[in-house]
């Protein structure tokens, strides 16, 4: 049986690049440049990389990546993106909980919870974690991005949602906080490139 964040990457490669939440590439591409001091010699692995839009920018810059995710859709996205701008860039299927590199790479990026935060479970996170430390260089450099898990204590997360959603979009209902794990429960509606429409 599928996971609820496997369905939701399935035929959705074309909708997630009109997704809010990934607009801001140039500016988040800037940031790494300047983390990694501008130094293209370096390896970069970009977990979770989605339709690729930070492996492209950066390859475009000068940068050698590679990117991985769970997604096919997602994947063969990406590849049709590179390929058009003729980039080479290695795009690979793998799990973030089990991945195969060690000490390969100077530098990992997880944007834009590319995997941490969607496990169900602390251990399942961890893993995550340990296996992109793993995969760094003595002295690499791990950036990652998470959801702010005291967000709910102040503010209302349907208002938020709400807010920054535009028509087409992912939606989001039924949100619940649970405090003693942190964890927020919700429903996510999205159309896949298909026009299906989907819950979960």
């Known amino acids: 049986m599928k996971q609820w964040y496997e369905e939701l990457f399935e035929n959705y490669g074309q909708q997630y690049d ?12 800037d940031f790494i440049e300047q983390e990694v001091g501008f130094n293209k010699s370096i ?11 930070h492996s492209i920018e950066l390859s475009r ?5 590679t990117g991985i995710d769970l997604s096919d859709s997602l994947l063969v996205k990406a590849r049709e993106k590179a390929e058009k701008q003729g980039l080479k860039i290695d795009f690979l299927k793998y799990d973030a909980r089990n991945l195969p590199f060690n000490s390969e790479f100077d530098f990992v990026i997880m944007l834009c919870e590319g995997a941490f935060p969607l496990m169900e479970t602390d251990e399942m996170n961890y893993e995550i974690l340990r296996n992109a430390t793993k995969s760094l260089r003595e002295r690499g450099k791990f950036v990652f991005t998470t959801l702010n898990g005291l967000f709910p204590l102040y503010h209302s997360v349907k208002e938020f949602h709400t807010s920054t959603s535009e028509k087409g979009n992912a939606a989001y209902r039924s949100n619940t906080f649970d405090l003693m794990t942190f964890r927020d429960y919700n429903i996510t509606e999205i159309e896949d490139d298909s026009g299906n429409k989907k819950e979960l």
């Open 18 to 29: 009109r997704e809010i939440f990934v607009q801001g590439t140039v500016g988040e591409c």
């Open 43 to 53: 390896r970069i692995l970009d977990i979770g990389c989605g339709t690729g839009r």
């Open 61 to 65: 810059r000068g940068y050698n990546v």
